[in-house]
């Protein structure tokens, strides 16, 4: 077995055992070196520390980098200053510098080390101490706010940096301070990259009409008013109609003008989301229009129904709604513990999670016991380690209903799969009988990993995505930075199991989501999770994640970045990037179905 391989094991399985690893740390082929201290940095253990700082001063610049990426993933502080002084390539201080940002603040050190590296003399080393800025005052913002000092070299960066991403960070980082510096924000409002000018609108709060709809968004959102919210219902971009129809009705606007949306819209989603305003402003001229939406084939309108009649005080419809076929409009629409105990009976994931949360101190509890162990056994028989989230809340649950006839039941769950799962039983049992018990799984263990032909095979893959009714995009598949993500994601693709799913998730300014056989945050793509796989890539526009709910919990649906999110940096996956069709990203909204996932191996 190549050694290679053996690191993406331990890696893989998050090993106790790490003696391979700290072996090819020293290794000297630069290429083993980097993977081994990736691997390291991955593992998130502060008693690698000593045996990463070794490479800090390696011959080969990327192993250097590597492993400055790496003394961050593990929190270790370190003489980052003597470091900087030392180090010759831009590049490589560059890491170093985020790094500063994401490790244990030194207060006035840390923050004089930054913006000093903001008149760096090379562009990189200046872009990663913006990196490092914008990290350490989000990461810290109860704690420590910039100095004046800090806030001037940042306005002075906005106005000497031709690198849009710098300037964005700059402009990231003054929103945290506070900075209200009118200059500044006039030059950011005039900048050529609307991903600046949007986050100037952020910081300022200012109405401005301007030409990408990702500012337009923002200021409507932020600055709109009835005149305005009224007058961009005619915007091209139904993204900036949306924001209005939600603006006039959190502003009580005039119904008249979203009233005529709700029947004549010309996207279901504009008419369902006009009726949910007018239900906020005017409710008696909505009540007339809910049966309509309520009956829409198309289900995610059903939703918005849902959340209309919430607002109408409708019961008739929430009763209806409540038994609805599709399982995401049930989980929209169920109020009461007995629609709570009827939903038990579904397999979708996201209804049994807003099921067993909504049974929290209702008087169904106590008799629906047995269902929600049914339920639990039956979840677990299925072998997914991905419905998580509802297995916690209905332990949970039975956990509240104090029934001591759960204490048998649930002993076979001390050995789940789920180390999660495991241990909250065993807290349950110990507390339930007054007599401890332990869980027997200590740590998760997933699918295998991919074999070396099947990464081989992806390196320099591409895949082609298409979007029904709106074209195609392109994205490179990033295999050396992510290769069991990769491979993850080609299998599913190869299966055909993205076809006809959707992006049930927009985000706007932010992220769209999809690839969920349940159109919900809740039902994986896969059964087992993935383990992150964070390194220097970072959630630029265009790249791909992959979503998850807490760490090493990736469950293969895919997000793609609309805006630059440094924000998701080290804790999301990216696993890819679009080279082309970006155009047609930017018209993904809530619902849209993707056709087929296609890959295209080197050969």
């Known amino acids: ?11 893989d399985a998050r090993a106790e055992d790490v003696s391979v690893l700290l072996t090819a740390l020293k290794n000297p082929d630069p290429s083993i070196q980097r993977l081994a201290v990736r691997a390291a940095g991955r593992l998130e253990r502060p008693a690698l520390k000593d045996a990463i700082v070794l490479l800090l001063r ?9 492993a400055a990426n790496a003394m961050g993933q593990v929190r270790a502080a370190f003489d980052y200053g003597a470091l900087l002084r030392e180090e010759r390539s831009g590049d490589v201080r560059a890491v170093i510098f985020e790094t500063i940002g994401r490790v244990a603040p030194v207060p006035g050190e840390s923050e004089l080390l930054l913006v000093g590296g903001l008149t760096d003399a090379s562009a990189p080393a200046r872009m990663g101490a913006a990196r490092g800025l914008e990290s350490y005052f989000r990461l810290n913002a109860r704690a420590l706010m910039p100095a004046l000092e800090t806030v001037v070299a940042l306005r002075q960066a906005m106005r000497d940096n031709t690198n849009a991403h710098l300037r964005e960070l700059a402009m990231l980082t003054l929103n945290v301070a506070g900075d209200k510096d009118p200059a500044t924000f006039a030059l950011a409002l005039a900048d050529p990259n609307p991903q600046v000018r949007r986050l100037a609108v952020l910081g300022s709060r200012q109405w401005v009409d301007d030409p990408s709809p990702m500012v337009r968004y923002e200021a409507m959102r932020l600055a709109g008013t009835c005149d305005r919210a009224v007058r961009a219902l005619q915007d091209p971009s139904e993204l900036v109609v949306l924001a209005a129809i939600d603006v006039a009705g959190s ?4 119904a008249a003008a979203i009233e005529p949306l709700v029947k004549s819209g010309t996207t279901w989603r504009i008419r369902a ?9 005017a409710p008696d001229s909505a009540r007339p229009h809910l049966a309509a939406l ?5 289900w995610q309108a059903r939703t918005y129904a849902a959340s209309a009649a919430k607002v109408l005080k409708d019961s008739a419809t929430l009763e209806m709604l409540a038994k609805d076929p599709q399982p995401n409009v049930m989980a929209a629409a169920i109020t009461t513990g007995a629609d709570a105990v009827r939903a038990l009976a579904s397999d979708h994931a996201g209804l049994l999670d807003a099921a067993a949360r ?3 101190g209702t008087p169904e509890l106590p008799a629906a016991v047995p269902q929600m162990l049914a339920t639990l056994q039956r979840l677990t028989r299925t072998g997914r380690a991905t419905v998580r989230d509802p297995r916690v809340q209905l332990l949970e649950r039975l956990r509240e209903s104090g029934d001591p006839s759960i204490v048998v039941p649930l002993r076979g769950l001390l050995a789940d ?6 241990t909250l039983v065993a807290d349950i049992i110990s507390k339930a009988t007054g007599s401890v018990v ?21 390196r320099g893959a591409t895949a082609r995505v298409t979007m029904a009714g709106l074209g195609t995009f392109t994205i490179d598949l990033l295999t050396e930075e992510a290769p069991v993500t990769v491979a993850a994601f080609a299998a599913l693709a190869d299966r055909g199991q993205f076809d006809g799913l959707t992006f049930h998730r927009f985000a706007a300014n932010f992220v769209i989501q999809g690839g969920s056989p349940g159109a919900d945050e809740m039902d994986g793509a896969t059964s087992q999770f993935l383990r992150d796989e964070v390194g220097t890539a970072s959630h630029l526009r265009g790249t791909l994640g992959i979503s998850t709910r807490g760490h090493d919990t990736g469950d293969g649906q895919i997000f793609v970045n609309l805006v630059d999110n440094f924000r998701l940096d080290h804790q999301y996956t990216v696993f890819a990037r679009v080279t082309a069709g970006m155009d047609v990203v930017d018209r993904v909204l809530e619902g849209d179905a993707i056709t087929s996932v296609t890959i295209t191996r080197r050969r």
């Open 1 to 11: 077995m190549s050694v290679e391989r053996r690191l993406l094991e331990i890696e």
């Open 58 to 66: 390696a011959p080969d610049a990327l192993v250097r980098a590597e």
């Open 251 to 254: 502003s009580a606007c005039p």
């Open 273 to 281: 989301r006009a009726l949910v305003s007018l239900a906020r402003i």
């Open 294 to 298: 309520a009956a829409d084939p198309v």
């Open 358 to 360: 909504l049974l929290k």
């Open 417 to 422: 799969r789920d180390p999660v799962v495991a």
């Open 438 to 458: 332990a869980a027997t799984t200590r740590a998760y263990v997933g699918d295998p990993l991919p074999s070396e032909q099947t990464l081989r095979d992806l």
